[in-house]
C-alpha cells in the first residue's frame, strides 16, 4: 500500500508566513527551520504555531527534532474528522 505522504516546509525569517489552514490536506507532516540571524525565542514561535493549529481544530503532536538537524520544530497534524455537535 503506498500512502502518499503531505509534507509542509516552514523557514522561519523576519517576514510573517501566512498559511490557509483550511486548504491544507487532513494528514501532513510540518518541519518549521529558523533561519540564522532571526533573533525570534523559538519557543515562543513553537506556542504560535501550535495555537494557529489548536484554532484551526486541528489535532497535532509534537514530533523529536531529527539528528540532522534540518528542522528545529517537527509537528505532525491531524485534521479532526469528528465534528462536536
Known amino acids: 500500500m503506498n ?3 503531505k509534507l509542509i516546509y516552514v523557514i522561519l525569517n523576519d ?3 501566512e498559511y490557509d489552514l483550511e486548504e491544507l490536506p487532513d494528514q501532513y507532516v510540518v518541519y518549521i527551520r529558523q ?3 532571526d533573533s525570534r525565542d523559538l519557543s515562543l514561535v513553537n506556542t504560535e504555531i501550535q495555537n494557529l493549529f489548536k484554532d ?3 489535532d ?5 527534532k531529527p539528528e ?3 528542522a528545529d ?3 505532525a497534524v491531524k485534521r479532526s474528522t469528528v465534528a462536536d455537535d
Open 60 to 64: 497535532f503532536e509534537e514530533k523529536i
Open 3 to 5: 500512502k502518499e505522504r
Open 15 to 17: 517576514e510573517d508566513v
Open 68 to 70: 540532522n538537524r534540518k
Open 73 to 75: 520544530i517537527v509537528l
Open 35 to 37: 533561519q540564522a540571524g
Open 56 to 58: 484551526a481544530e486541528l
